[in-house]
C-alpha cells in the first residue's frame, strides 16, 4: 500500500490515453468521476510539495497536480503502460534546482 497518491480525473482523451496502454482496469470511481490513482511515497511526496508550493492532499492521502505535471505524468503513464511511474516520474516532475540562481564558479 501506498503512503500517498496521486489522482488524474479523466476525460475521454485521457480515458482513451489509458485505454490505449492497456491500463482501462486501473479505471476507478472517485466522487462519481472516473480517475486513476498514482501511488508514491511519503519521500516523494515530499520531493512534490517542494517542487509544487500549493501540492495539498486530501484526508485520503491523494492529491492533483497542476495541470502541466499531470500532462506529463500521464505521458509518462502512456509510454512505459503502467502506474508504477513514480520512480521515474519524480524525476521528470520535481526539479530541485528551479527558481535558484546559478552559482559562480570558484577557484
Known amino acids: 500500500m501506498a503512503d500517498y497518491y496521486i489522482n488524474v480525473i479523466l476525460d475521454e ?37 517542494k517542487g509544487f508550493s500549493g501540492l495539498t492532499c486530501d484526508e485520503s492521502k491523494a492529491c492533483l497536480l497542476p495541470a502541466e505535471a499531470e500532462a506529463k505524468l500521464l505521458g509518462i503513464i502512456a509510454d ?21 540562481a546559478p552559482r559562480s564558479a570558484q577557484r
Open 13 to 49: 482523451a485521457k480515458k482513451a490515453t489509458i485505454n490505449d496502454a492497456g491500463l482501462a482496469d486501473k479505471i476507478i470511481k472517485i466522487d462519481g468521476k472516473e480517475a486513476i490513482q498514482v501511488e508514491m511515497t511519503a519521500k516523494e511526496y515530499k520531493k512534490l510539495t
Open 80 to 100: 512505459t503502460k503502467t502506474l508504477d511511474v513514480m520512480k521515474f516520474a519524480i524525476m521528470k516532475l520535481y526539479n530541485p534546482l528551479a527558481g535558484k
